[in-house]
């Protein structure tokens, strides 16, 4: 979700003060092991199961899997069982979130932002990194957008053809896969050194606002404000 769906939200937190509760504040009991590529478990699966109630009444079955190889490569990838596909953003920094789209949002430290990389179904992507998401004229009172010579470090393959319109009423299958360097977050949250043993705060989404049956998905529940932006609700990420 991007910053044109917090303008019409209610007065946010800032996030510093999230961030210095952030111990007691993620998600109660909402957790999920990071595995090394190919280890024990490597192919556990997190399910986007909770739905806000303003979504319409198609629900996607969508799921999640996150890894890290040797070469400090963040391995993300979605798989969705989904209808009313549409995607027709192809500009990196389009707002992909009125598209049918999946979102990982990741705040390694406790005392920075989170970054959040949004993909459509064809594969671009928005990312910026999110200090304070009280909204503000514009978007955010602390959002900057990354640029493209980081934007495009992350590699996308989507299974899915770069524009899907019009829209696929039909049922459908779709992936996507993101291989996300660390140093991408580095450039924002300074070094993070060996990943095994780290915790990180972080959500996965599913959301469609500008197709047919618009939806939001998610597998930390975000309560009852329509806001992708709320670390608050952020679930733990737990290196092995």
């Known amino acids: 979700m991007n910053i044109i769906r917090a303008i019409d939200i209610g007065r946010a937190l800032s996030l510093n003060a999230r961030m210095n509760s952030a111990s007691t504040s993620s998600a109660d009991g909402v957790a999920y092991r990071v595995r090394p590529q190919g280890g024990d478990g490597a192919g556990d699966w997190l399910a ?31 798989e969705v069982e989904d209808r009313y596909v549409r995607s027709v953003c192809r500009t990196y920094q389009d707002p992909v979130c009125t598209d049918s789209c999946v979102e990982f949002f990741v ?13 459509n179904a064809g594969g671009t992507l928005l990312l910026h990194y999110v200090t304070d998401p009280t909204p503000a004229p514009g978007g955010f009172r602390g959002c900057e957008a990354a640029p493209w010579a980081l934007g495009q470090q992350v590699r996308i393959t989507s299974s899915l053809p770069p524009v899907v319109d019009p829209e696929i009423t039909e049922p459908v ?17 300074g070094p993070l050194g060996p990943l095994p043993g780290q915790i990180w705060l972080a959500n996965f989404y599913k959301c ?9 998905a998610m597998w930390s529940p975000i309560g009852e404000r329509l806001s992708f932006h709320q670390p608050v609700y952020f679930g733990r990420l737990e290196f092995a």
Request: glycine residues 4%; hydrophobic residues 35%.
């Open 48 to 78: 986007l199961r909770h739905f806000h109630a303003r979504s319409s009444d198609h629900r996607p079955r969508a799921r999640a899997r996150l890894q890290y190889d040797a070469g400090r490569n963040l391995l993300l990838r979605f």
């Open 107 to 119: 705040q390694p430290k406790p005392d920075k932002g989170y970054l959040n990389f949004e993909m």
């Open 173 to 189: 299958n779709w992936s996507l896969e993101a291989v996300i360097p660390v140093e991408v977050l580095e450039a924002f949250v």
């Open 208 to 216: 469609g606002d500008r197709t047919s049956h618009p939806h939001w």
